[in-house]
């Protein structure tokens, strides 16, 4: 688990790709500091495990499933990347509860500079927009954001300067891919309904009750 607060920028070293897999060798620090074999890192949201530590590197080996649900195997040497380790219990939780599971790819295809704030709209996938509402928390390679505005097909988001300067999307362009999460609590919920309406019960919880309490 994750909160969506980028430590740091990581460069990737190299890409050894396989039939169906990838392994990443991504040079880091400060996600070096206690991290040990089996840890988990978010790699631009995606969770993966730490399978070498060496001297100011660390490696990953993504599986075909995560390659064909994001963009990781997109990336090619020389890239930065986003870099989280996983939350502890005793941390500051700054943005939001992001598993690291992506639900789908997302293309960036308006920058707009709005006084020192950068108005990002993405065009994405039926099953990331299903989460999305206003002021709502949303995942974009693995950086917490809130939802600004939204219409059937996309989304906008707004950066401030130190999220530009300290992560990947400072550098993207129109055009650009990036991984999306939706908010875990709002999948939860929608299960909630769906289970409730298969069981023939009557749900006290629906559209006017979240709306009513400040959910929409």
């Known amino acids: 688990m994750f909160t969506g ?4 920028l990581g460069l990737l070293r190299a890409v050894r790709s396989g039939a169906d897999s990838a392994r990443l060798i991504i040079e880091a620090k400060k996600v070096l500091e206690d991290i040990r ?8 949201g995606v969770c993966l495990t730490a399978v070498s530590v060496g001297d100011g590197v660390w490696a990953a080996d993504v599986m075909a499933e995560t390659l064909k649900k994001s963009n ?7 890239d930065r990347v986003n870099l989280e380790r996983a939350l502890r219990l005793s941390d500051r939780l700054g943005g939001h509860m992001v598993s690291g599971h992506i639900d789908g790819v997302g293309t ?60 990947t999307l ?17 999948k939860y919920v929608e299960k909630l309904l769906y289970l409730r309406g298969e069981s023939g019960q009557e749900s006290k919880i629906n559209m006017s009750f979240l709306a009513e309490h400040g959910f929409l």
Not at 37 to 44: E, H, K, P, Q, Y
Not at 72 to 78: D, E, S
Not at 111 to 130: F, G, N, Q, S, Y
Not at 175 to 186: A, F, K, P, R, S
């Open 5 to 8: 607060i980028v430590e740091e």
């Open 37 to 44: 074999l089996g840890d988990s890192i978010a790699v631009n």
């Open 72 to 78: 990781l195997g997109a990336l090619k040497a020389g």
């Open 108 to 167: 960036i295809t308006r920058l707009e500079k709005r006084d020192i704030a950068t108005l990002v709209t993405i065009r994405a996938p039926a099953e990331v927009m299903r989460y999305i509402i206003r002021k709502g928390s949303v995942a974009i390679d693995g950086i917490s954001l809130t939802v600004v505005d939204f219409n059937p097909e996309s989304f906008q988001v707004s950066l401030i300067p130190h999220t530009a300067r300290l992560t």
């Open 170 to 186: 400072g550098f993207k362009r129109e055009g650009d891919t990036v991984n999306l999460e939706g908010d875990l609590i709002g």
